[in-house]
C-alpha cells in the first residue's frame, strides 16, 4: 500500500502512471487484435453450410465483394468459392490512416460434401453481400418412392 501512495503521491508520478498504464493497456490490445485477426484470415467468407433430403444451401458473408469477382466452382461433391476483395486505399497528401482493419486481397474456400450435386439445377444468387448456393443432389441421390404392383 506504501508504494502505491507514493507513486501517486509525487504531482508528476501520476501523469506517467496513466501514461504507463494506457501503452500497457494499447499493447494488450494491439496484441489481441493482431491475434483475432491473424486466426481468421484463412476463414474468409464465413459461411453457414446446410442440408436437407433434396440438397444444400450455402450462404457466404461477402461485403464489399462484388458478384463479378466471385466464381464458383463444382466439380463432383466439391464446391470451390473463389475471388477478390478490392477496397480502395486512401491516400495523399495531408491523409492519415487511424485504423485498417478491412481487408483486401484474393480469398479460395473449397467444401466437400457428402453427395454429388445436380450441376444443371445448381443456382448462385448475390444479395446485399451475401452469396448463397442452391445446390441440388444428383437425381441418382434424391430418394424415390417405388410402387408396389401385385401381379
Not at 484474393?106 to 448475390?126: M, V
Amino acid at each position: 500500500m506504501n508504494s502505491i501512495n507514493r507513486n501517486f503521491t509525487n504531482e508528476t508520478s501520476l501523469p506517467r502512471a496513466f501514461a504507463s498504464l494506457s501503452r500497457d493497456l494499447h499493447r494488450q490490445l494491439a496484441n489481441d487484435r493482431n491475434r483475432s485477426f491473424r486466426g481468421t484470415r484463412g476463414v474468409f467468407p464465413a459461411v453457414n453450410l446446410h442440408e436437407s433430403d433434396t440438397g444444400y444451401v450455402l450462404t457466404a458473408e461477402l461485403p464489399g465483394v462484388a458478384p463479378e469477382n466471385i466464381d464458383v466452382s463444382i466439380e463432383g461433391a466439391t464446391v470451390t468459392l473463389s475471388g477478390e476483395r478490392k477496397i480502395e486505399r486512401v491516400a495523399g497528401d495531408g491523409v492519415a490512416v487511424h485504423r485498417r482493419e478491412r481487408q483486401s486481397g484474393t480469398f479460395r474456400r473449397a467444401f466437400e460434401l457428402p453427395a454429388e450435386i445436380d450441376l444443371d439445377a445448381a443456382k448462385a444468387t448475390h444479395k446485399n453481400g451475401v452469396l448463397t448456393l442452391d445446390l441440388p443432389k444428383s437425381a441418382a441421390l434424391q430418394p424415390r418412392q417405388i410402387p408396389v404392383e401385385t401381379p
